[in-house]
């Protein structure tokens, strides 16, 4: 019997129903849920060849690229499925066989509140101009925290905002602000060629999907220095690894001004991570958040050491602060507050023996 779209959907809901994040299809095995961080098999039949290529198709949905499906080899897009959620997918082959991964996206755009993220989050996207990055490896959550941030922007402030995403996840509705999305391949040929328009278009907030080259980082600086508000992603793993890997995009030549640029320009960085909750009920954002400060534009410079950027960092936690916080720091409220255990904590940290001893002098 032949895979519907109605199989299609019922697999999405029960996967929506049982809170995953991720669909995982492959040839000749059953699929996978993965819920609170671990892959889950379905008892189910396995997915033949025949399968795998009916669900591309509608997955695809495109007429060009189901002509190309047989010489197909990845591919990137999303869809959505009426009343349920919006689905961001990666084709692949691999051994010759079709895969099919699915990032799950609510419908419903989820608050800062909602995400249990720090209220500075609010105060940083309300800034009237300036680079605002949210970082972290794949699937920690950054494309969530960028919508949360604009949601708050669209809900307290008249502007436009337009977005340029490949492919657009969370839909916006019009509230406040006036968001114009724009999807690669849908609405625009190309990535750069969108945000040079996006300039054009009397925006007071530009997103940025990812910043991804060279061309993405000037675009973006140029639009911060000229009054704009710019969000974008960067898979990096903190504020130091953010900054030098924008630094070594470009040739030694042009670095002392990218330096100069991104010191000026730069609002701040939001890196994240995914720990598993201490009650078992799914997972908890860990944030460092770097507010650019004097000291810290000294090391963007290269006036101080990069690394230095930490202990800056450190010195805006907490009461009388600017909203600055180290992984570390996070990492042992949330414990403190017994959101995430010891275990996951030891973990997670940069230094045991420094978490320990913190733990050990508030005690």
């Known amino acids: ?87 961001r997918y990666n084709f692949l082959r691999y051994d010759g066989k079709i895969g099919i991964i699915m990032r799950i996206v609510n419908a419903k755009i989820p608050t800062i509140a909602d995400l249990g993220l720090p209220s500075i989050l609010k105060k940083i996207a309300e800034m009237k101009r300036g680079l605002i990055l949210v970082t972290g490896p794949t699937g920690s959550g950054k494309s969530t925290t960028l919508a949360s941030m604009i949601d708050h922007i669209n809900d307290t402030k008249s502007c436009h905002i337009v977005t340029v995403e490949d492919p657009v996840e969370y839909l916006h509705p019009q509230k406040k602000s006036r968001l114009t999305q724009r999807e690669v391949g849908k609405d625009t040929e190309d990535f750069n060629i969108a945000l040079r328009g996006a300039l054009r278009q009397d925006p007071d907030v530009i997103l940025i999907g990812e910043m991804r080259d060279p061309e993405t980082v000037q675009i973006a600086l140029k639009a911060a220095e000229t009054g704009h508000t710019v969000f974008s992603t960067v898979h990096t793993t903190n504020a130091v690894a953010t900054i030098g890997r924008i630094i070594s995009m470009f040739p030694p030549e042009e670095q002392k001004d990218v330096r100069k640029r991104l010191s000026v320009n730069l609002h701040s960085t939001i ?80 230094s045991q023996s420094d978490f320990i001893q913190r733990l050990n002098f508030e005690n």
């Open 1 to 87: 019997m032949a895979f519907t779209k109605q199989n299609l959907v019922s697999l999405v809901k029960v996967a929506v129903d049982h809170g995953a994040s991720d669909i995982h299809i492959r040839t000749e095995e059953k699929p996978c849920l993965r819920i609170r961080g671990e892959l889950v098999p379905i008892q189910t039949k396995e997915f033949t060849p025949e399968d795998m290529k009916e669900i591309a198709k509608m997955v695809l949905q495109k007429k060009d690229l189901i002509e190309r499906l047989p010489t197909l080899k990845e591919f990137d897009g999303g869809f959505a499925i009426k009343g349920l959620c919006r689905i």
């Open 271 to 350: 890196s994240q991570r995914m720990l598993k909750r201490a009650d078992g009920k799914g997972v908890v954002i860990a944030q460092e958040i770097m507010v650019t400060t004097p000291g810290i534009k000294e090391c963007i410079e290269g006036d101080e050491p990069l690394e230095r950027i930490v202990d800056i960092v450190e010195e805006g936690f907490g009461p009388g602060g600017n909203g600055s916080q180290s992984f570390d720091q996070h990492i042992l409220w949330l414990f403190e507050n017994r959101i995430i255990d010891k275990e996951t904590a030891l973990g997670a940290v940069s």
